[in-house]
Nanobody, 129 residues
């Protein structure tokens, strides 16, 4: 079982940047396909980005494509989400998640929250206008 801890959230003005980190412990991060999700008040949890075990495949929600970049450093057991050109509508709690399945990479599959087996506690991102 892997434990996930997010960090790097905070308050930023529109147009600014933040870098979220997701640190894994208990198992090596390279064993998991990883994802970032977010949840705003009163809304369902939504997919943001995903990355394959090796980092060779990535996927993004249309709303963040071109602004956010997902990456991972398996040697350091850490995943990242670089968020640029932030907008007020990006305000949410951001969660990292780990998928233990060895199923081949599928963008459709990785966008679904039930696919993931382990979740962090979340980090708040607030973008002011």
């Amino acid at each position: 079982q892997v434990q996930l801890v997010e960090s790097g959230g905070g308050l930023v003005q529109a147009g600014g940047s933040l870098r979220l980190s997701c640190a894994a412990s208990g198992r090596t991060l390279g064993s998991y396909t990883m994802g970032w999700f977010r949840q705003a008040p009163g809304k369902e949890r939504e997919f943001v980005a995903a990355i394959s075990r090796s980092g060779g495949n990535t996927a993004y929600a249309d709303s963040v494509k071109g602004r956010f970049t997902i990456s991972r450093d398996n040697a350091k057991n850490t995943m990242f989400l670089q968020m640029n050109s932030l907008k007020p509508e990006d305000t949410a709690v951001y969660y990292c998640a780990a998928d233990k399945s060895i199923t081949a990479w599928s963008i459709k599959r990785q966008t679904r929250p039930p696919t993931y087996d382990y979740w962090g506690q979340g980090t708040q991102v607030t973008v002011s206008s």
